[in-house]
């Protein structure tokens, strides 16, 4: 199982216009792919083709319920249906199978939308506006743009990791690290976040999981019902078919919540909305503004069209694109000098953007996003995995929507998660007599976001302190 | 993504004066539309005119990507009904369009933009946020 190694770009070498062909001339090296410098929390697979969330959440589990409970349907319930009922359960029993299991795949294995992070110049393109519209002095870019859309004002969140404006809809996930469009939530069942481009295999897959969990149901009852006949009992029955009480019990207890999942997201598709916007009361008009939501057509058979049967839109993380040369050579200087560069990381992480050009060539190793962060991210992961983890059995009857919350309180706090990551990198910069500007937005942060964040504190002043 | 283009070999020799960037304009919604404005920095290079119908060619060219029609319709229920799975063997209508799309940046870059010292990026090698124009250095460089 590979996992993505990452590494930094060089940016004095910005590597627009570097042909393949110079791969060939420069000696014998190995093609490298964006995918393994891919800068989100994200694992891939058979050459980028496969992509899926630093955890696995409990896709193992959902793959092995799907599997048991098929399998013993198809042991214990289909031989007797099909000599007393019917041949055709055991094929519609399979449609269903094949449907869901493919669906779940391709759920889990899809890119959900992920906004590849703002360049270097782009980001300091956006600085530069702001900057230009105030005073002379550094200060970080504002958080919030307002555009309007369809006669409605939208709030637009600067993204402190990506280094953009997100554009609607789009919501950062803390869990992967990536702002991802059309944010749905980050689902744990199937291991992934559901966004744009991945919605229509997650609604597709819970409405075929609600329909064979529900076939599976009535076909084990109906098989218990006609075994217990003339007197013999459910004890008897039950004997005869211990399979069918496996069954039974995990069908009775999936069967409320899937359908129950199935029928939101139908309510969410027809209005045109997304978990995490319901979740967060968006459109819903609570703060006191006429608040409707702007992107819906007003028309449930046109927003469903709109949500499912949309032309899909492509991949924008190009992961088997083939890496430029320049930035190549570049990594293969990060490994030499990584350990003085460190410093010099930090310092830049929490100047921003416009110190990172301006210091560009006092350190050859820059990134656009915090290379700390993702290096602690890394450290990071047993400490999130527990903490995401924990949400699921809590709230094990509602599905996905443990995390949504969970995942939408980890997005609202994301931007001040990222802050509170820079300001205890003040800490210890201060203790190694590196100057360096405060972060303003570190008061409010102390507030919400809850225990998500008191997980992420300590780790973060152990692994600076790991003599990095 | 690396180009092999002749161009992009000349444009190595001249130096990168500065870049402008065409942001995304939301104003229809979450359809990929970009501003039209006509930035500042452009002013010397071009005019306005051309720089305003390659923007709006486009976004019109984006827009008949993300179209919702009866064929994209039956595109979608096809792929419903085959659990997705055509879409591993087919070309999606949207990546149709974004061929169409490069082919006319090229084509743009060759004929309107390089003799002017200036070169269009794909949006889709910035993830459809802006549209990278790269200004070189006027050294009077003739095609």
Redesign the interface.
């Known amino acids: 199982m590979k996992n993505c190694d990452y590494q930094q770009i060089d940016p004095k070498v910005v590597p627009t216009y570097a042909s393949p062909s110079h791969i060939g001339t420069r000696g014998p090296r190995r093609v490298r792919r964006k995918w393994e410098v891919f800068p989100g929390k994200n694992r891939f697979y058979c050459g980028g083709r496969i992509m899926m969330a630093q955890q696995s959440g409990v896709l193992p589990l959902t793959l092995g319920l799907i599997l048991v409970t098929t399998g013993l349907f198809f042991i214990f319930d289909c031989p007797f249906l099909v000599k007393h009922l019917s041949s055709c359960v055991p094929v519609i029993g399979a449609v269903l199978f094949v449907f869901v299991f493919i669906t779940l795949l391709q759920t889990s294995f899809s890119d959900p939308g992920i906004l590849p992070r703002a360049t270097l110049e782009e980001a300091a393109n956006v600085e530069r506006q702001i900057d230009s519209s105030g005073n002379s002095s550094y200060r970080p870019p504002p958080r919030t743009k307002e555009v309007l859309i369809n006669q409605q004002m939208v709030k637009l969140k600067y993204c402190f990791t990506c280094k953009m404006f997100r554009p609607p809809r789009t919501s950062h996930c803390s869990l992967c690290d990536n702002c991802v469009e059309r944010f749905d939530h980050h689902c744990p069942w199937v291991g992934n976040c559901v966004g744009k481009r991945n919605y229509r295999f997650f609604y597709t897959f819970i409405v075929s999981l609600s329909f064979l969990t529900s076939f599976i149901f009535g076909c084990v009852s109906t098989h218990l019902a006609m075994r217990a006949q003339g007197g013999r009992g459910l004890v008897f029955a039950l004997q005869e078919s211990p399979g069918s009480a496996v069954e039974l019990v995990i069908c009775f207890f999936s069967v409320w919540s899937i359908l129950g999942l199935s029928g939101f997201h139908t309510y969410l598709v027809a209005s045109n909305m997304t978990t995490n916007e319901d979740i967060k009361g968006s459109w819903s008009g609570k703060s006191g503004d006429v608040a409707t939501n702007p992107f819906s057509h007003r028309n449930v058979f046109v927003n469903c069209c709109s949500v499912l049967c949309a032309p899909l839109p492509p991949s924008l993380i190009d992961r088997r694109g083939i890496l430029p040369v320049e930035e190549e050579s570049a990594q293969m200087c990060h490994a030499d000098i990584q350990l003085p560069a460190n410093k010099n990381q930090r310092n830049m992480c929490s100047q921003g953007t416009k110190g990172l050009l301006e210091s560009a060539a006092l350190s050859p190793l820059l990134s656009t996003s915090c290379p700390q962060g993702k290096a602690q991210a890394a450290l990071l992961g047993p400490e999130r995995h527990s903490a995401a983890d924990s949400e699921p059995s809590l709230q094990f009857s509602k599905g996905c929507r443990a995390q949504h919350s969970a995942g939408s309180q980890g997005n609202t706090s994301s931007t001040r998660h990222t802050h509170h990551k820079s300001h205890s990198k003040k800490h210890k910069q201060a203790a190694l007599n590196i100057s360096n500007p405060t972060c303003p937005d570190s008061a409010p942060s102390s507030k919400d976001g809850g225990h998500r964040r008191a997980t992420f504190t300590q780790p973060l002043e152990t692994s600076l302190c790991d003599g990095r | ?4 283009h002749s161009l ?2 000349l ?2 020799q001249a130096a ?1 004066a500065a ?1 402008v ?1 065409i942001q ?1 304009d ?5 359809l990929c539309q970009f501003q039209t404005k006509f930035p500042s920095e452009l002013e010397t290079r071009i005019d306005k005119q051309q720089f305003e119908e390659t923007v709006r060619t486009l976004n019109n060219l984006y827009a008949e ?4 029609g009866s064929q ?2 039956i ?3 096809l ?2 009904l085959t ?3 055509i ?1 591993l063997c087919m070309e ?4 149709k369009v ?1 061929k169409k799309i490069a082919k006319y940046i090229q084509e743009q870059n060759d004929k309107v933009y390089a003799p002017r010292g200036l070169l269009l ?1 794909d949006p ?7 549209i ?1 124009i ?1 200004i070189f250095e006027d050294r009077s460089l003739t095609q």
């Open positions: 993504m690396a180009e092999t992009q070999d444009r190595q990168v870049k960037f995304r939301y104003t229809n919604g979450t990507a993300e179209k919702l994209s319709y595109e979608g229920c792929a419903c659990a997705y799975t879409f999606t209508h949207y990546e974004l990026t889709i090698e910035r993830g459809l946020r802006v990278e790269t």
